[in-house]
């Protein structure tokens, strides 16, 4: 690790993970994911850097509000005591748009991308792929029902916790 990234590592650290700090460095994250799946050529990179770009002013300008207001619901709904789970469920479906939303701004850019990765490349993503495939196996894998409501729940607690 260079020593730029190792000071960068460390005001981060120092300053503190706040969600709002977090989605600044969203562009650096967002790279080092995406090296841990490919090692993309000069060009792949430009061309990622652009898309990234744009991405991010989009979200930054569409996007952020939707989320906003929906935890502004998701919270009042908490502190009213009026979460049932329907209304839970919307929350459910209205979060899934928000993935559906940027999915759907981001494909036509990354296709030519992906499409341009070498055989090399694809066997990158795809032993990356392997390894996290055999984390879940090792998580998940023999546990019954009950086991993994327990274990969604407590996600989904931490989560809702963090975030709101």
Known sequence: MT???MAILLIVGLVGCSTKMGYYFLDWAI?????EYVTLDAKQQEQFDDTL??????HRSEELLRYENQL???SSALKQ???TPDVWAE???EAKSHWARAFDYLLPSLLPIISS????QVAQVIAQLRVEEKELNEKYLGKDQADLIEM???RINKRVKKWL
Do not use: G
């Not at 790279?31 to 090296?35: D, H």
């Not at 770009?53 to 989009?58: G, I, N, P």
């Open 3 to 5: 020593k730029r990234a």
């Open 31 to 35: 790279e080092w994911k995406l090296e």
């Open 53 to 58: 770009e744009q991405f991010l002013h989009w």
């Open 72 to 74: 502004a619901k998701l």
């Open 81 to 83: 005591q009026t979460l």
């Open 91 to 93: 929350h459910v479906v």
């Open 117 to 120: 990765f070498s055989d090399e």
């Open 152 to 154: 969604a729940d407590e």
